[in-house]
């Protein structure tokens, strides 16, 4: 018999604030609308296949609204991993991809969840300010070393500082790059970078 291919998507329901994932063949997630839905009864991510293109109601446990995305069928059904953001809060909502993959995304926002829980609704100007703080200065050290540039070929760039990430965008293209400032692993991955790239609106990244 032939291996069916399987996806796992996961969320954190707002209403019990669990984590929710599930795994499902890419032949059910073709064969009709799927829900997936939270043991509490109170919320459900929606997914729907529509040719090329997939729309995904996602319940966002950050901002408490729903978030409706839509993607290539062919990246929901076979990317490693896909990440939603809600972009109020800047924190990823909802992961669709292999199920190693997804739980790891998991493991890493289930930090950032925790941190929100932990500040009992007080919220500071960034989720953690210690990781911000540490990621500015990893960023700060790249850019004194000219590390960061972008495809388009430009070395000057724009920094934007959101609630648990930073953004950066080319001065000249307009590119933009998102980089992660919620948890203790996001400091480990810029660490180990001496060099980031936008990925502009020419050339290859
Ligand atoms: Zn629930
Ligand atoms: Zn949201
Ligand atoms: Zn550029």
Same mark, same amino acid.
């Given at each position: 018999?032939?291996? %069916?291919?399987?996806?796992?998507?996961?969320?954190?329901?707002?209403?019990?604030? %669990?984590?929710?994932?599930?795994?499902?063949?890419?032949?059910?997630?073709?064969?009709?609308?799927?829900?997936?839905?939270?043991?509490?009864?109170?919320?459900?991510?929606? /997914?729907?296949?529509?040719?090329?293109?997939?729309?995904?109601?996602?319940?966002?446990?950050?901002?408490?609204?729903?978030?409706?995305?839509?993607?290539?069928?062919?990246?929901?059904?076979?990317?490693?991993? +896909?990440?939603?953001?809600?972009?109020?809060?800047?924190?990823?909502?909802?992961?669709?991809?292999?199920?190693?993959?997804?739980?790891?995304?998991?493991?890493?926002?289930?930090?950032?969840?925790?941190?929100?829980?932990?500040?009992?609704?007080?919220?500071?100007?960034? +989720?953690?300010?210690?990781?911000?703080?540490?990621?500015?200065?990893?960023?700060?050290?790249?850019?004194?070393?000219?590390?960061?540039?972008?495809?388009?070929?430009?070395?000057?760039?724009?920094?934007? /500082?959101?609630?648990?990430?930073?953004? +950066?965008?080319?001065?000249?293209?307009?590119?933009?790059?998102?980089?992660?400032?919620?948890?203790?692993?996001?400091?480990?991955?810029?660490?180990?970078?001496?060099?980031?790239?936008?990925?502009?609106?020419?050339?290859?990244?």
């Amino acid at each position: 018999m032939e291996e %069916q291919a399987k996806r796992t998507l996961a969320y954190f329901c707002p209403a019990c604030r %669990q984590m929710v994932a599930a795994e499902r063949t890419v032949f059910q997630l073709a064969a009709s609308a799927n829900t997936l839905p939270c043991p509490c009864g109170k919320s459900g991510l929606r /997914v729907e296949l529509m040719g090329d293109r997939v729309k995904v109601t996602v319940p966002c446990l950050f901002c408490g609204k729903d978030h409706t995305v839509i993607c290539s069928s062919q990246a929901f059904l076979h990317q490693r991993l +896909l990440a939603f953001t809600c972009a109020q809060s800047g924190l990823d909502c909802c992961y669709v991809g292999e199920e190693g993959a997804v739980f790891a995304a998991l493991k890493r926002l289930e930090e950032a969840v925790d941190k929100l829980d932990r500040d009992g609704g007080e919220r500071g100007s960034f +989720l953690d300010e210690l990781v911000m703080h540490e990621v500015l200065s990893e960023l700060k050290e790249i850019a004194q070393r000219d590390g960061i540039c972008c495809t388009c070929g430009s070395h000057r760039w724009k920094l934007q /500082v959101n609630y648990s990430s930073i953004d +950066l965008f080319c001065a000249d293209c307009g590119g933009a790059m998102r980089i992660p400032a919620a948890t203790a692993g996001d400091i480990d991955d810029i660490c180990c970078k001496t060099r980031l790239v936008i990925r502009g609106s020419a050339g290859e990244g």
